[in-house]
């Protein structure tokens, strides 16, 4: 199994675009569409810093493309703290980026670390990039993504 993608950033705002653009050059590496993995990383790396870290802790993004094809992405934090999926309310203002989230990824979940802090990981869907309207060649097939959770050691 091929080691996971990784990057450390500092809890700040810039880490949010990091992440971001750390996963959209992975799964351009990858030939997989990256705009769903774009969006994710981006409510999971803001939580982490918004909710998880005090400023310049470090946060931990990796990548990771399971034996079945399908794209895995964690994000660990510092705190303790779970994630909670807040129920919809329309005038709050706050609340709202787990429901997006999702309702984007086939799972997600939390795994404390025994070393403190914890993983919120989502597996997405594959989907090649289309050139011309066909998927490369090189493509991994998209397949069904089971599972409940990874299957990796953090
Ligand atoms: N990484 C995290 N660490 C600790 N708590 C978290 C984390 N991510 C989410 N939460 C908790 O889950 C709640 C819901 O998250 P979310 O739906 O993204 O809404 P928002 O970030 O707007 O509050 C947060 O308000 C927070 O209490
Ligand atoms: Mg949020």
Request: proline fraction near 8%; charge should be negative; include cysteine.
């Amino acid at each position: 199994m091929d080691e996971p993608a990784t990057i450390v950033l500092k809890a700040s705002l810039e880490a949010v675009k990091q992440a971001r653009d750390f996963v959209a050059l992975t799964f351009s590496a990858w030939g997989l569409e990256d705009h769903l993995a774009r969006t994710v990383i981006s409510e999971l790396a803001t939580n982490a810093v918004k909710h998880g870290s005090l400023p310049d802790d470090p946060v931990v993004v990796r990548a990771h493309l399971r034996e079945d094809g399908c794209p895995m992405l964690e994000v660990w934090d510092r705190s303790d703290a779970l994630p909670v999926v807040r129920p919809f309310d329309l005038v709050s203002e706050n609340g709202r980026g787990l429901q997006l989230m999702q309702a984007l990824v086939r799972h997600w979940g939390t795994r404390p670390l025994n070393e403190g802090g914890k993983v919120v990981w989502a597996v997405l869907e594959a989907r090649p990039i289309e050139m011309n309207g066909r998927p490369p060649m090189t493509a991994i097939r998209p397949a069904p993504c089971m599972g409940n959770g990874p299957d990796l050691r953090f």
